[in-house]
């Protein structure tokens, strides 16, 4: 069975080890092998004390995680979720404005339907007003005893039926332009609701880009310092 080691007991086998002429120097100087030899086994657990106390737990000057490190990784943490806050916020806003550009477009494009279909009923509204002119000047031509269908009363219907065609056709061509100008407006709208849409993506992505650059830089930090 073994027994645990002493100190006396390397102290004394220290003390063995020494020549005669070892001996004899020391017995000189008031010491002894064994005092020597206990000495520097105090000298030696002394150091091995002070080496552990300075790299046992995470925290301390030679821990995992110096206060150095710690405030890196804090500063980083810190940095990063502002970033994704102000990313987020800022996604927001452009969404928000995609929402606003998206529905003028709905109501441009509505607008235009509008003026095209208001250009129509005018139109037809026209007709039916041009057909009441015509009804009366045939009237007023039959009163007069003369031949409707000759000579002036012939040349004043044609020339109002082509007046009132022309007519017509400036309706429609009112409502055309403004429903052309309405659509103009409405693309423009969508194109700045995509545009705004490109902007919010953007936003999160160069959030995410960022972060992972910090967290790079921080993680060499680390490294350079360990």
């Given amino acids: 069975m073994c027994e645990p080691v002493s100190a006396t007991m390397v102290g004394t086998a220290a003390a063995s080890s020494l020549t005669a002429a070892g001996s004899a120097t020391l017995a000189s100087a008031g010491l002894s092998a064994a005092s020597v030899a206990g000495a520097s086994l105090a000298a030696s657990t002394a150091g091995a004390l002070t080496t ?30 502002g970033m994704y806050q102000q990313s987020e916020v800022a996604a927001a806003n452009y969404k928000y404005q995609a929402g606003i550009h998206a529905y003028n477009a709905r109501v441009g494009e509505n607008n235009a339907m ?14 039916t007003r041009l057909r009441q002119i015509m009804a ?14 000759q000579d002036s009363p012939l040349s004043l219907a044609a020339t109002t039926a082509q007046e009132g065609a022309l007519e017509r ?33 953007s936003a999160s992505n160069s959030a995410i880009y960022g972060i992972a650059g910090r967290a790079f830089q921080t993680g060499k930090t680390l490294l350079d310092n360990a």
Avoid: H, P
Avoid at 114 to 127: I, L, N, P, V, Y
Avoid at 137 to 145: I, N, Y
Avoid at 174 to 200: D, E, F, I, L, P
């Fill in 114 to 127: 509008m003026a095209e279909w208001a250009a129509e009923k005018d139109a037809d509204t026209f007709d």
């Fill in 136 to 149: 009366a000047q045939d009237v007023g031509a039959a009163k007069s005893g003369v031949v409707i269908n």
């Fill in 169 to 201: 056709l400036s309706i429609i061509y009112g409502g055309t332009t403004a429903a052309n100008a309405y659509r103009a407006g409405s693309t423009g709208q969508s194109a700045a609701a995509a545009r705004q849409r490109a902007n919010a993506s």
């Fill in 52 to 81: 552990t106390a300075a790299t046992s737990g995470l925290l301390g000057a030679g821990g995992v995680f110096s206060s150095s490190a710690l405030m890196t990784a804090g500063s980083f943490l810190t940095s990063a979720y």
